[in-house]
């Protein structure tokens, strides 16, 4: 399997499909958003997005 493949080498892969352009994971035959099997293995730094508040708190005393 190509995703432990990739694993031994540092790199981690993800599960994309052409029909619906969205990836998933974990990786199978069949896209589980539209069912295609237009699936591909994508060697991407996925990184999901950041929701945290940025700003300093300051204590009141």
């Known amino acids: 399997m190509p995703f432990w493949q990739a694993a031994r080498e540092g790199r981690f892969l993800i599960k994309h499909c052409s029909s619906c352009g969205r990836a998933h994971w974990h990786p199978r035959q069949l896209c589980p958003f539209c ?27």
Do not use: G, I, V
């Open 35 to 61: 069912f295609s099997a237009e699936t591909e293995w994508w060697d991407r730094f996925f990184r999901p997005p950041l929701s945290f508040d940025k700003r300093q708190r300051s204590k009141s005393h």
